[in-house]
């Protein structure tokens, strides 16, 4: 297995230019698919998700070219996609894989959707159980409620009210949310239960109305999408840099000194996870921010302040505090993470098992990690990513606490930040 050793590292500070958030630019390009129109993506992000996006999307007969170095033109297809039989391999990329299924439930054609192990075992049940609320035909090939499935052609039945669960993955929501203007007709979403990651249907809703359908929400049980519109190109779309992406840096300005400043997102983005650095804030951390820049620095005194708080809506970049909980001044507790157990891999258990490697005493439960930081890191530690890109961006800060470390497999960073690691140490010494 390739391998990448960290040195010892005493400071990080200095600019960091974000990668395009994830969350949003597949997002972007399935809605642009969808519109009447021509769409120029401006700072795609380039990563092995947005990769399978793209190539789904040009087999399913969307015109897509790249006009830059991260800028792409979608023509649309608002009357359907051109191939009505297709056989779509997704990795392990959730956010094409969950919205395309609910997009090409009500396209009339037949679509195989696989991808990698893992992909298999996310869960997609209550998704597919939603589509069949209005005759979507969609069958299991593996085990049931999970990948892989087949999309057959089917009566579509739109219109009043599907139910879906929303404490496993908003992403379900969100397909359906994207997905349901292409039937012309006004349907009402009713989610059952906690509906979990609500910053992110704020970004679908965003970018939604972007492209000329507005839902109307009541609370965050009830979403009704308008019937008789339909997606329409805005002409230019920027994509934001990642906020969860953004976290790594801002949690290195915090513990090795800074100042560590990200640019790319700020106090105008449409991204709930730059929250995290008001969670910073609250342990200690000195933090400014800019309409498009946010920056972090250590906290006067130098030590981190222990926490216990709920991450039910920063679940991805509530990851890198359960590093910087290293470099806390007594144990730390993470709550409302269930959803870490259906991500790239099952996180609470990935992130238990890794910091105990380098010290830490780690309690888990089914939706919380208790972390107590050690006297003393264990230096070389061996840490195993799980094919997780943030495992192995976490990971990346265990070398700011003064200890060499290892981080296996660095190039599953490749998912969202392919040159992640070449720009931490752009700004660590």
């Known amino acids: 297995m390739e391998h990448l050793d960290l040195s010892p590292l005493k400071t990080a500070r200095g600019v960091v230019r974000l990668p395009g958030s994830k969350s949003i630019s597949n997002r972007t390009l399935l809605l642009a698919a969808l519109s009447g129109g021509t769409t120029d993506i401006r700072d795609l992000l380039a990563s092995d998700d947005t990769d399978r996006m793209l190539e789904a999307l040009a087999l399913l007969g969307v015109s897509v070219q790249k006009t830059g170095e991260r800028d792409y033109r979608v023509i649309g297809a608002p009357q359907g996609f051109a191939n009505k039989n297709a056989d779509l391999f997704l990795g392990n990329a959730g956010t094409a894989f969950r919205p395309l299924t609910a997009a090409l439930a009500l396209a009339g054609g037949s679509y195989k959707l696989h991808g990698v192990p893992r992909m298999h075992e996310r869960p997609i049940g209550d998704l597919v159980d939603g589509l069949r609320q209005i005759g979507a035909q969609i069958d299991y090939l593996g085990n049931e409620g999970f990948p892989p499935l087949q999309i057959r052609p089917a009566s579509i039945t739109p219109g009043g009210v599907v139910r879906i669960r929303g404490n496993v993955s908003s992403q379900f929501l969100t397909a359906l949310l994207m997905a349901l203007p292409t039937t012309g007709v006004e349907t009402t979403v009713e989610v059952i239960g906690e509906l979990i990651s609500k910053p992110y249907i704020e970004i679908t809703l965003r970018l939604m109305a972007q492209f000329g359908v507005e839902v109307r929400r009541e609370g ?90 709920d991450f039910n809506h920063i679940p991805d970049a509530a990851m890198t505090l359960a590093v910087a909980a290293l470099c806390c001044d007594g144990p730390s507790r993470l709550r409302n993470i269930a959803s870490w157990r259906v991500k790239e891999t099952d996180r609470i258990s990935a992130m238990a098992t890794e910091l105990r490697k380098v010290g830490a005493t780690v309690e888990e439960g089914e939706d919380w990690l208790r972390v107590t930081p050690p006297a003393q890191l264990t230096p070389n530690a061996s840490i195993d990513t799980y094919d997780d890109h943030r495992m192995a961006m976490c990971f990346s800060l265990v070398a700011l606490g003064g200890v060499p470390v290892r981080i296996n497999d660095p190039k599953c960073t490749a998912k969202t930040f392919p040159d992640y690691f070449d720009v931490f140490a752009s700004v660590t010494n």
Request: hydrophobic share 45%.
């Open 220 to 309: 965050w049980q009830r979403f009704i999408i308008p019937g008789g519109k339909r997606y329409v190109s805005p002409g230019t779309v920027f994509v934001e840099g990642d906020a969860s992406s953004a976290s790594y840096f801002l949690a290195a300005g915090a513990i090795g000194g800074g100042p560590l400043r990200v640019e790319g997102v700020g106090r105008n983005s449409i991204q709930g996870d730059v929250a995290f650095a008001s969670a910073l804030e609250k342990i200690g951390a000195q933090i400014s921010m800019g309409e498009n820049w946010i920056e972090a620095s250590a906290p006067v005194g130098g030590k981190l302040k222990a926490f216990d708080m």
